[in-house]
């Protein structure tokens, strides 16, 4: 009943109020993700003419970057060309693009209110931008029909692990009763101590949540606390916990699914990007299509589908402050093919990381974050650890032990980290009590600021002279607080 009273009064009339059209286009999406590929592709066709059109004539920075790079009046308006094509011959926009042009880049006459936004920084550079109903809709109704894929529906108990400061900011009344009417209910992924995580799990008792959702690293953290604590998972109403907001590593997701003993479900999006891919129960990811288009780009230029390079998003439905070719950071590939499923949205592999995930050594090699996650995760008494590369090469590795005095060495964890960062850099390895979580509230195992100084791309190789000789020379060090 209370379920029926959120989806069938609550949500029409919340949406109604904000004037923001997501039954409407929930409604379309439902219709959608059965056409043929190539519907879903003229479809995409049409609103990206509509949006070049757009930013042509409304948006100064676009006006500039059109003509700069050689997109006339009559290629935007004619038709004489793709216009998927068309958008290849347009610049990648970067994030710096924005912050420095924040102004030139809003539609000033945008119908309604505009609303900004930022993103959470992770990479110590956020990003402000503004949106409209229009995106806030198209957003939410996707993410309302990958819900629906798993049989939660608007209504059902939902229960969020999540950390970003917007979310944590916003405790009024009003948010406090449309959270409470939505049957939604907020956990601080800020606050991971262990006297919380014991009131989480009382929460959780005491909610019986349809689904849960949040980021990996908080959930797998959570999970890995009931254990020490030989709390058994007591709920038979779970259908799906949904992960987002960063890299859900295998050993997460093998974490998390054996102990809710559900789907475990990889939606990728952002803020700025909009609500870009999301598993289905098949097990595939698919492109949201019908808001965004996606390309894989190395070195500025696309690549072909089933090759792995950067993730670009141009938003379909982002009218008053449009990104066009935007740079997500991301890294992964397109895939051929049609999902068992029977939906003809594109297939898109799982997301591999941002390109700070990456280690980097100064002979140019690049190691995935997994690649020092494993050895550290299989050291006996270490219960959480952090790597942090500096841009001078340097690796710091923050370790968690499970008492102190640690039962681990330094010594042990440099001889299982060596053989992935080889003799020349230099390792700090530090003891220490706690990890706090990112700005964001994520707990992020690994980030490398050589892969973002740098702008490395996965592909790419470095200046191997050069890069040797700013490595700084030095012996490892261990500490302890």
């Given at each position: 009943m209370k379920s029926r009273f959120a989806r069938h009064i609550v949500f029409p009339l919340h949406e109604w109020l904000l004037g923001r059209a997501t039954r409407v286009m929930n409604q379309e999406l439902d219709d959608s993700q059965w056409w043929s590929p190539d519907d879903l592709r003229n479809l995409q066709q049409v609103k990206l003419r509509?949006?070049?059109?757009?930013?042509?004539?409304?948006?100064?920075?676009?006006t500039k970057k059109f003509r700069d790079a050689g997109v006339a009046t009559k290629r935007i308006f004619s038709g004489g060309e793709s216009s998927l094509e068309l958008l290849s011959n347009l610049p990648l926009l970067?994030?710096?693009?924005?912050?420095?042009?924040?102004?030139?880049?809003?539609?000033?006459?945008?119908?309604?209110?505009?609303?900004?936004?930022?993103?959470?920084?992770s990479s110590g550079e956020p990003v402000q931008f503004f949106v409209d109903r229009r995106r806030q809709a198209c957003d939410q109704a996707a993410r309302i029909r990958a819900h629906r894929w798993f049989g939660v529906q608007l209504g059902d108990p939902e229960l969020f692990l999540w950390g970003s400061p917007i979310e944590q900011t916003r405790t009024d009344r009003w948010k406090r009763l449309r959270d409470g009417l939505y049957r939604h209910q907020l956990l601080n992924a800020f606050d991971m101590s262990p006297q919380s995580m014991d009131s989480y799990w009382d929460a959780w008792d005491r909610f019986r949540p349809v689904a849960l959702y949040g980021y990996p690293s908080s959930i797998a953290l959570w999970v890995e606390h009931a254990r020490r604590r030989q709390r058994p998972m007591r709920n038979n109403r779970l259908r799906a916990v949904f992960v987002t907001g960063e890299t859900c590593h295998p050993h997460q997701y093998e974490i998390i699914r054996n102990y809710f003993n559900v789907s475990v479900v990889d939606g990728y999006g952002s803020r700025d990007a909009g609500f870009i891919s999301h598993q289905c129960p098949s097990g595939h990811r698919h492109v949201t299509s019908e808001h965004v288009h996606v390309e894989i780009v190395r070195n500025g230029q696309p690549v072909s589908v089933g090759e792995t390079g950067e993730i670009v998003v141009t938003h379909l439905e982002a009218y008053a402050m449009p990104f066009i070719r935007y740079r997500t950071g991301d890294r992964g590939r397109l895939l051929p093919g049609r999902c068992p499923c029977g939906r003809g949205l594109p297939l898109m592999d799982a997301v591999q990381g941002r390109t700070t995930d990456f280690l980097c050594r100064p002979d140019g090699t690049i190691q995935h974050a997994l690649s020092i996650i494993y050895p550290l995760r299989e050291l006996h008494g270490v219960r959480q650890f952090r790597v942090t590369q500096q841009a001078d090469?340097?690796?710091?590795?923050?370790?968690?032990?499970?008492?102190?005095?640690?039962?681990?060495?330094?010594?042990?964890?440099?001889?299982?980290?060596?053989p992935v960062l080889g003799e020349t850099v230099s390792v700090h390895v530090e003891f220490v009590e706690a990890i706090a979580p990112s700005a964001s509230g994520k707990h992020r195992y690994v980030q490398s600021f050589v892969a973002g100084e740098k702008g490395m791309d996965a592909t790419e190789t470095v200046d191997h002279e050069n890069a040797l000789a700013e490595v700084k020379e030095g012996q490892s060090h261990v500490s302890r607080p």
């Open positions: 509509a949006l070049l059109q757009h930013a042509w004539g409304h948006i100064p920075h676009y970067e994030k710096s693009d924005i912050r420095g042009g924040i102004e030139e880049m809003t539609w000033k006459n945008t119908p309604g209110r505009i609303f900004p936004q930022s993103t959470g920084g090469w340097s690796v710091h590795v923050e370790l968690v032990p499970d008492r102190f005095p640690a039962s681990i060495t330094g010594e042990t964890v440099l001889r299982a980290v060596r």
